[in-house]
C-alpha cells in the first residue's frame, strides 16, 4: 500500500499525498509526518497557485520541486520544509486563507446516490464562521468571521438541479437558523415543493416555520443539543436558554406535527458533578412527558479541542467517564418511560480524538499506519502538551 510518511513516500516513490478541509483549520500540525502539503483555511484562494504546481510537477516529476513551489503560497503548510523550522521555533510565514466574498464560491455538492451517507441530496451552503462562541467549539475561533452567501446565489444553485426528482435540499452552514435570509429561503423552498433537511439545530433559533419546512418535507424527526440536562451547565457551555425554552419549543414542533426529537448531550463537561449527569435523563423525561414526543438521546463525551474556548481544560478521566455512563445506562433502562431512550458514543474513539487533535509538529507521523491496533496505541502512549501545540500552531500563524 502506500505509505502514510511523507518521507518514505519519497524514496519508494509512492504518490503526493494533499491535505484540505476542516481538521487544516484547526491543527493542520497533525499531518507533520503525513502529508506533502495542507492547505490552511479555506481552499479557494489557493486552488489556482495548487493546481498549476501540480500540473507543472506532473511534467518535471520532482518532488523537492513541487514542495519548494507549494510552500511560495503563504497558506500551503508544506511539511516536509516546515517541520524542522517549526520545531526549532523559525518562523514560517504561514497564514489560514479565508474568502472574503462568497459570491464567488461553488457552494453546493450533489450526491446522486440513495445509499450516500447524505442520500439524494443537493447540499447547498449559507454561511462560513459562526457568530456564537460556544465554550467547546471550535468554529468561532478556528474558521475565520462569519461570512454568509446571498439568497440570489443560494437559490441559484438549488435552481439547477430543480427537475431532478426525490432530491432534496440540505443547507450547510455552522447554524442554519442564524443566515440572515432563512425564512425566505424556506418559504421559496416551499413554493417550489423541495424537500429540505437541516443539520442539528440551536433549540433557541428553532421557529414555526423550521419545523413547518421539516414536516413538508415528510421529515418528523428533529435533532437539537441541549449539551447539557440542567441551565447552569448549560449557560457555562455558551448556550443560554433554558430548559422551559427547550420544552416550549419542542410543544410547538410536536403540535406541528414532529414525531421525535433526537437529543445530543455531552458527560465529563468541565465542572460537571453527578448531580449534572442525572439532569440529562431528567430532561428527557420532561420532554416526552410534556411534549409527547418520542426522545432519543445521544451522549458523548466532551473532547476539549484546539482553538475552542475550553480547549485546555483536562479531558474526563476513562475510569470517571465509565462511572458516569454506567449511571446513565442504569437510569435510561430501568427509571424513564418506553418512549426515552438513549445511545452512548464510544469513549475509547473519544479519547483517540482527543489525542490526535492535539497532536503537534514532533509526533505528527504515524509509524504503524493508519489502522485500528497503530491507532489505539496512540492513546495509551500520548499524553498530549497542549500549550506546546499551541506554541507550534503559533508559529504556523494560527
Ligand atoms: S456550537 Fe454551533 S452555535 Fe455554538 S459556536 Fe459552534 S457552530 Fe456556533
Not at 441530496?121 to 462562541?133: F, I, K, M, Y
Not at 474558521?143 to 439568497?151: E, I, K, Q
Not at 452552514?173 to 415543493?193: M, N, Q, V, W
Not at 424537500?195 to 421529515?219: G, K, Q, W, Y
Request: hydrophobic share 35%; charged share 25%.
Amino acid at each position: 500500500g502506500i505509505s502514510t510518511d511523507w518521507h518514505e513516500r519519497e524514496i519508494r516513490e509512492d504518490p503526493v499525498f494533499g491535505i484540505g478541509g476542516a481538521l487544516s483549520y484547526i491543527n493542520p500540525l497533525i499531518f507533520s509526518g503525513i502529508a506533502d502539503y495542507v492547505v490552511l483555511g479555506d481552499g479557494e484562494p489557493v486552488l489556482g497557485h495548487l493546481v498549476g504546481e501540480c500540473r507543472k510537477y506532473l511534467s518535471h516529476g520532482d518532488r523537492r520541486k513541487l514542495w519548494e513551489n507549494l510552500s511560495e503560497h503563504p497558506s500551503i503548510f508544506v511539511p516536509p520544509l516546515h517541520r524542522d523550522m517549526i520545531l526549532s521555533g523559525k518562523d514560517v510565514a504561514r497564514k489560514k486563507s479565508f474568502v472574503s466574498d462568497m459570491e464567488g464560491v461553488r457552494g453546493k455538492s450533489l450526491w446522486v446516490c440513495e445509499d450516500s451517507v447524505f442520500g439524494k441530496t443537493v447540499l447547498v451552503e449559507l454561511q462560513r464562521g459562526c457568530r456564537r462562541n460556544c465554550s467547546y467549539c471550535t468554529i468561532p475561533s478556528s474558521f475565520g468571521p462569519v461570512r454568509t452567501r446571498s439568497l440570489d446565489k443560494v437559490i441559484e444553485d438549488i435552481d439547477t438541479v430543480k427537475d431532478s426528482e426525490n432530491l432534496q435540499v440540505g443547507l450547510v452552514t455552522p447554524e442554519a437558523g442564524d443566515y440572515p435570509h432563512i425564512l425566505k429561503l424556506l418559504e421559496y423552498l416551499s413554493f417550489s415543493g423541495q424537500a429540505v433537511s437541516f443539520a442539528s439545530l440551536r433549540v433557541d433559533n428553532l421557529s414555526e416555520e423550521m419545523v413547518e419546512a421539516l414536516v413538508r418535507s415528510r421529515r418528523y424527526s428533529l435533532t437539537v443539543a441541549p449539551e447539557a440536562g440542567n441551565d447552569r451547565l448549560r449557560f457555562s457551555c455558551g448556550k443560554i436558554f433554558k430548559n422551559d425554552l427547550i420544552l416550549e419549543k419542542l410543544s410547538m414542533a410536536s403540535r406541528i406535527g414532529v414525531t421525535q426529537v433526537k437529543l445530543y448531550f455531552m458527560a465529563g463537561l468541565p465542572g460537571e458533578e453527578m448531580d449534572d449527569v442525572d439532569s440529562i435523563p431528567e430532561l428527557c423525561r420532561e420532554i416526552h412527558f410534556h411534549t409527547g414526543l418520542k426522545v432519543r438521546a445521544s451522549i458523548g463525551l466532551f473532547v476539549p479541542k484546539p482553538m475552542s474556548r475550553w480547549g485546555m481544560e483536562q479531558i474526563c478521566p476513562p475510569d470517571e467517564i465509565k462511572a458516569r455512563f454506567r449511571r446513565l445506562k442504569r437510569t435510561f433502562a430501568k427509571g424513564l418511560p418506553r418512549g426515552c431512550s438513549a445511545s452512548f458514543h464510544n469513549e475509547g474513539e473519544s479519547f483517540l480524538e482527543h489525542s490526535i487533535s492535539w497532536f503537534s509538529a514532533s509526533n505528527g507521523s504515524l509509524p504503524g499506519g493508519l489502522n485500528r491496533r497503530a491507532l489505539s496505541a496512540i492513546i495509551k502512549e500520548y499524553v498530549p502538551d497542549k500549550q506546546f501545540v499551541r506554541e507550534q500552531l503559533e508559529i504556523l500563524g494560527f
